[in-house]
């Protein structure tokens, strides 16, 4: 019997796989990373990486132990002798904090801003955008509680996000206060739901005397309908006068810049470690239950996680399979993969080695292939033309007597004779000469 891969998992695949969609095209996994390193590095980010698995305790704390993560789909690690107290991590911020703190980043200059990306793991009921294993990229900022650190990450996600052709995207930007102020609405949300105990979903009741902020997040179509009715007043009416004033900040720099968002007063998130800013990034084509991403203050995070001094941070991530249907969905082309700028054949198998060298020495420069046996010049045109080749050279013995090679330009149809030493300055300059800078503006 064959061994499929697990439920919930993707293979990412080469460009001309058969069965390729964008959400498995490994180079547009590539093209993703590559475009959001350029805009985060451009502002100052560092790339970090942490464990794939880590301490149960970390994703417990870090993540929230009232979560539908942590009770229902934390994947653990066992190995010989262990007992399984590592989980395979469900998002990158409670890593990257963790980090921060075991290796005393605080002396770096702040805020410091990093940015990772990679594989994620939730046991979650698998479906469309909805996945086992899924990638995130992942921006965090600490050491500042400045709004204008909240308002240039918001800008960042957008811009990444931009950078990649995407645009029916908003941000529904939200404030969650301060602890007292939560405080002062989580009471108040008592108050409403407790007359109403046996018209909330078994969670929801849960919820209530844990935190019942997290009602608000209920997918249960008895709570909807629950809230529906009762009318609830969003958080936002409870800020107190710092959280609001900093609410009003990021605004207006987000406003002065030009960023596009709406205020969504239904943004909650219920862990007490979140301050103020919190926002969701959304696209029409992905469906308004599921977010591109998300992102938001968690001033309390690194206490949470034993660290003495509060530090105030800041994050946001998004998942790039979500996103890669978000470009299906405006009909983005992603940049095709450029084929070998050169391919070599042999004509004869005596010449196979020689033909080889020919193509080595040009990856120094360029992608350069060659045929593995002797081909007759239809069959070698073929293969260059499949592979996306730009010029390609046939070698007999003349070619290799005489040290010239004769190459034929497959986008212009053009002939040249070429010293073979000479090679690889002629190959430069049809590269430069052709490359985007070099080419007329529109
Ligand atoms: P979260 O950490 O839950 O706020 O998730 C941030 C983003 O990661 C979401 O908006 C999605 O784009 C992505 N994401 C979360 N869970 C999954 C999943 N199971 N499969 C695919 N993408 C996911």
């Not at 862990?271 to 919190?278: I, K, M």
């Not at 938001?296 to 800041?314: C, F, H, M, N």
């Not at 450029?338 to 042999?346: D, K, N, R, S």
């Amino acid at each position: 019997m064959a061994i499929n891969r697990p439920k919930g998992t993707q293979d990412h695949l080469p460009d001309g796989s058969p069965k390729l969609s964008l959400d498995t095209r490994a180079s547009a996994f590539a093209f993703v990373r590559e475009t959001a390193r350029r805009v985060l590095e451009r502002a100052g980010a560092q790339f970090t990486d942490t464990p794939l698995f880590e301490e149960a305790e970390l994703v417990q704390r870090g993540v929230g132990g009232s979560t539908d993560i942590v009770r229902k789909e934390m994947f653990t690690v066992y190995y010989f002798g262990d007992h399984g107290g590592f989980i395979l991590r469900p998002e990158g911020t409670a890593g990257l904090v963790r980090s921060y703190l075991q290796n005393g980043l605080k002396q770096l200059p702040a805020p410091l801003k990093l940015w990772t990306h990679g594989p994620m793991f939730r046991a979650e009921n698998v479906q469309k955008g909805r996945l086992r294993q899924f990638h995130q990229v992942d921006y965090e900022v600490l050491g500042s509680a400045d709004a204008l650190v909240d308002a240039e990450a918001i800008a960042l996600m957008t811009e990444v996000v931009q950078a990649l052709g995407v645009q029916k995207v908003k941000v529904k930007l939200g404030s969650i206060g301060d602890p007292e102020d939560r405080e002062a609405y989580n009471a108040y949300l008592r108050g409403l739901f407790t007359p109403h105990l046996e018209a909330l979903s078994d969670d929801s009741r849960d919820r209530l005397t844990r935190n019942p902020m997290r009602i608000l997040d209920s997918k249960s179509a008895q709570d909807q309908e629950l809230m529906g009715t009762l009318g609830v007043r969003p958080m936002l009416d409870f800020l107190g006068e710092g959280a609001r004033a900093h609410f009003e900040q990021v605004r207006g720099y987000l406003d002065a810049w030009g960023v596009n968002y709406d205020v969504d007063p239904s943004i909650v998130r219920g862990l007490d470690y979140y301050r103020r800013t919190a926002w969701e990034l959304h696209h029409e084509g992905v469906g308004a239950k599921s977010a591109l991403g998300g992102g938001g203050r968690y001033d309390g995070l690194a206490q949470e996680l034993g660290s003495k001094e509060t530090v105030p941070g800041i994050g946001w991530a998004f998942g790039i399979e979500r996103l890669l249907l978000a470009l299906e969905a405006e009909g983005v082309q992603l940049p095709a993969t450029p084929g070998p700028l050169l391919y070599v054949a042999a004509l004869d198998e005596v010449n196979v080695g020689y033909a080889a060298s020919v193509a080595r020495q040009v990856r120094t420069l360029a992608r350069a292939e060659f045929a593995y046996r002797a081909m007759k010049p239809a069959a070698a045109f073929r293969d260059a033309e499949r592979r996306g080749a730009r010029f390609v050279a046939l070698i007999g013995s003349q070619e290799v007597g005489q040290g010239t090679l004769s190459l034929k330009d497959l986008q212009t149809g053009e002939q040249h004779t070429v010293v073979t030493r000479d090679l690889q300055s002629f190959l430069g300059a049809q590269q430069s000469s052709t490359s985007p800078s070099m080419q007329e503006q529109p």
